[in-house]
């Protein structure tokens, strides 16, 4: 088979990345080698296969009473309570996060008023919420209250960086020719400023409102909530089928809020 | 009183009849959309007491107990220098559970996302089932498939890494095969019609256009799974979250500054490199 000379021209101009692949690739694979721990006795035990099929019994045959019954603390109320604490935690995050956003955006505030509100939010949103959650429990006891004021704490830093971005991408003419028209601060407030930033602010706390309902089941790990804490008690009491419901519940809660959360930030933002 | 009637009856209009909200021009008539807007925030409201009433808030015990906080948190802010020395290992450990989690999960998320682009595999029941299947897997938090872990691998870092992997597993897998799908399809078919296996194909004509993607997506998942790290030896699966969680048992909050210090940079020089690297990617 002939190939035209400028194919075997443009062929041998070909780039050469062989040692920049092969330099990649080790070090990939010493990455890979400095990142294993080191680990005592076998990976898969005897007692971890029987943990993982029991797991998975659970899971197909789950304790149904638990799963349906509507008592207190049995699946579809704890279920009720995550979502609770995280839709309250992301309140008290928000009406946080909008001073935080207002007097940290560079087009409002001036620069080191800024400066000095993004390194707050920085290190709130750096903060472990389990440090955070511990305080809490220091403070107010273990319980979903804990749990309420974690989440509320930790939201704040990222809902105040994504409302900071909003409030900076504000188009502030609208401002002005509002005051060519001699409206009062509340008017500009009211029809200036509120309609640009309601839609995208809805749209962010709803995401973290998403994030905020793994977090409130994860903190039950810590006893500042229950849905975690439950599945815990239960694998660590033998308890596979009633782990089964809970983990239902954890999938079936994540599940749904996350479809409606997405589904209603789609709404917002495009109509 | 009367007054006080037509009011309401002027505020409620626009919610019994379409008239109200039609306005009429010379040439062309508009009719608001129906007001929903009360009804929403009747119904946050409504949510609002709700999770009061589910949540046992107690503001008497919280705001009597918050000079313990200011208390706590002052000593935070005193941060122990001299404890550095005993962090550095634990540190470091963090440091190595992310780097691995992410790039057992990345590498292994390659073959599953392939499977769920709907463009490679034409199968919907195929990409379908696979992506409903990790979707599952998805929804359970990696504290808790840390936890989960405790009891059938054992106490630490090992633990953490199967842990961290499951999960960088299905977020890349998730954001790979959207990438996958994205791409242009003519090259593939370009290579298929020389004779050219799939699998040839997808490497010759699908991996260039894709690769970067895919290294920021993993760079990107680096950067959560630092975070993930940091907290996941709260469970017991090592990695700094073991030491904070003892030195917070031990009521030491001077170490608990310091780590939360460090912690801290290492967090933000990791998050600035990460996004240096995925911009020149871009």
């Given at each position: 088979m002939e190939y035209s000379p400028e194919v075997v021209q443009s062929y041998a101009k070909r780039p050469r990345t062989f040692v920049l692949k092969l330099g990649i690739a080790v070090g990939v694979i010493f990455l890979f080698f400095w990142s294993i721990p080191t680990f005592e006795g076998p990976l898969i035990?005897?007692?971890?296969?029987?943990?993982?099929?029991?797991m998975f019994q659970g899971l197909l045959n789950p304790s149904w009473d638990k799963m349906f019954s509507l008592e207190t603390f049995h699946v579809p109320y704890l279920m009720y309570e995550t979502v609770m604490v995280a839709f309250l935690g992301t309140i008290l995050g928000t009406l946080a996060a909008i001073p935080l956003s207002f007097l940290g955006s560079r087009n409002i505030t001036n620069s080191a008023m800024a400066f000095f509100i993004s390194i707050l939010v920085v290190l709130i949103r750096t903060m472990p919420f389990f440090v955070i959650g511990l305080i809490?429990?220091?403070?107010?006891?273990?319980?979903?209250?804990?749990?309420?004021?974690?989440?509320?704490f930790t939201s704040t830093g990222m809902i105040?960086?994504?409302y900071t971005e909003t409030v900076e991408d504000m188009d502030k003419g609208i401002l002005e020719a509002l005051d060519s028209t001699g409206a009062t601060a509340i008017q500009k407030l009211r029809v200036g400023i509120i309609p640009q930033l309601f839609a995208n602010f809805v749209s962010h706390s709803l995401y973290r409102f998403d994030i905020n309902v793994r977090n409130a089941i994860i903190l039950g790990l810590i006893s500042a909530g229950r849905l975690g804490f439950e599945l815990q008690a239960a694998i660590g009491n033998f308890r596979y089928r009633d782990a089964g419901a809970y983990l239902w519940g954890i999938i079936l809660v994540v599940m749904v809020i996350e479809f409606a959360s997405a589904n209603l930030r789609k709404k917002l933002i495009y109509g | 009183m009367r007054k006080f009637w037509s009011y309401l009856q002027e505020v409620f209009r626009p919610y019994v009849s379409k008239e109200a909200r039609t306005h009429r021009g010379s040439d062309f008539e508009v009719t608001e959309p129906y007001p929903i807007t009360a009804f929403i925030v009747l119904a946050l409201g409504a949510v609002f007491i709700l999770s009061i009433q589910a949540t046992n808030i107690d503001l008497v015990q919280f705001f009597g107990n918050l000079d313990n906080m200011w208390r706590i948190l002052s000593r935070l802010l005193q941060p122990n220098v001299s404890f550095i020395s005993r962090m550095v290992g634990p540190m470091i450990e963090t440091i190595q559970l992310s780097v691995g989690g992410t790039l057992i999960g990345s590498v292994l998320a390659i073959p599953v996302a392939v499977f769920s682009a709907s463009n490679?595999?034409?199968?919907?029941?195929?990409?379908?089932?696979?992506?409903?299947?990790?979707?599952?897997?998805?929804?359970?938090p990696v504290l808790v498939y840390?936890?989960?872990?405790?009891?059938?691998?054992?106490m630490g870092a090992m633990a953490g890494l199967v842990a961290l992997s499951i999960f960088t597993f299905t977020i890349v897998a998730k954001m790979f095969y959207e990438v996958i799908e994205t791409v242009d399809m003519a090259p593939y078919e370009a290579i298929e019609s020389t004779g050219a296996d799939k699998l040839q194909a997808f490497r010759v004509a699908i991996l260039p256009q894709v690769l970067g993607s895919y290294v920021s997506i993993v760079l990107y998942n680096f950067e959560i799974n630092v975070r993930s790290a940091a907290i996941i030896g709260?469970?017991?699966?090592?990695?700094?979250?073991?030491?904070?969680?003892?030195?917070?048992?031990?009521?030491?909050?001077?170490?608990?500054?310091?780590i939360l210090l460090v912690l801290f940079a290492v967090i933000v020089l990791i998050e600035t490199l990460s996004r240096y690297l995925r911009k020149r990617l871009a």
């Open positions: 035990s005897q007692s971890g296969v029987d943990i993982v099929t029991r809490y429990i220091r403070v107010v006891g273990p319980g979903v209250f804990a749990g309420v004021l974690t989440i509320g105040a960086k994504l | 490679i595999v034409k199968s919907s029941w195929v990409y379908g089932t696979v992506r409903f299947v990790m979707s599952l897997i998805r929804t359970i840390a936890a989960m872990l405790m009891f059938i691998i054992g709260f469970v017991g699966a090592g990695g700094i979250g073991l030491l904070l969680n003892d030195r917070i048992s031990w009521r030491q909050y001077e170490d608990v500054g310091m």
